[in-house]
């Protein structure tokens, strides 16, 4: 049993709610989402304004700055791989592609967390509750993949 049986989307059209699309939503989300990501980073790499108090590079100088954009630059990089698995595994109905996005999704919410507790009350507090939802919706899809691939066996004589 899928722990959603449908999703939202932004376009509330009845085909449009099911859990395969909504994984197809959170994975074109969390796509550009990191897409966006890189690009801040190198942005602040190369001198660009980080001072903004919810800002990931507020408290950072010049040296942490740049070590954490490089370490944005290759999560982003590698979660931006996993989405593009995850999205083939959607469209091939292949629930092991799934696994990478999962293992992704879990990391970046663990490190939201930890900065989330670093910077105390002052992180995204909406964000993190949207990437857990992503998460529950491809997890939903993954369920309803495993069900109809799993063999069903049907005794006929007790």
């Not at 990191?34 to 507020?58: D, N």
């Not at 490190?111 to 949207?130: D, K, Q, T």
Request: net charge neutral; charged share 10%; proline share 4%.
């Amino acid at each position: 049993m899928p722990v959603l049986d449908r999703c939202w989307t932004p376009f509330q059209v009845y085909s449009w709610t099911t859990v395969k699309m909504g994984s197809y939503y959170a994975a074109v989300y969390t796509g550009v989402l990191h897409i966006l990501t890189t690009v801040y980073a190198i942005y602040v790499m190369q001198g660009g304004r980080s001072e903004w108090f919810f800002g990931p590079y507020f408290e950072l100088d010049k040296a942490d700055t740049y070590s954490a954009g490089i370490f944005t630059i290759v999560f982003s990089i590698c979660f931006i791989l996993t989405t593009i698995m995850l999205q083939i595994g959607l469209s091939k109905d292949n629930r092991c592609l799934f696994f990478p996005w999962f293992i992704g999704m879990i990391l970046e919410i663990l490190l939201m967390v930890a900065v989330g507790l670093w910077f105390i009350a002052r992180y995204y507090r909406n964000h993190l509750v949207f990437q857990i939802y992503c998460l529950l919706c491809v997890i939903s899809q993954y369920q309803v993949v495993k069900s109809y691939q799993e063999p069903q066996f049907v005794i006929l004589y007790p």
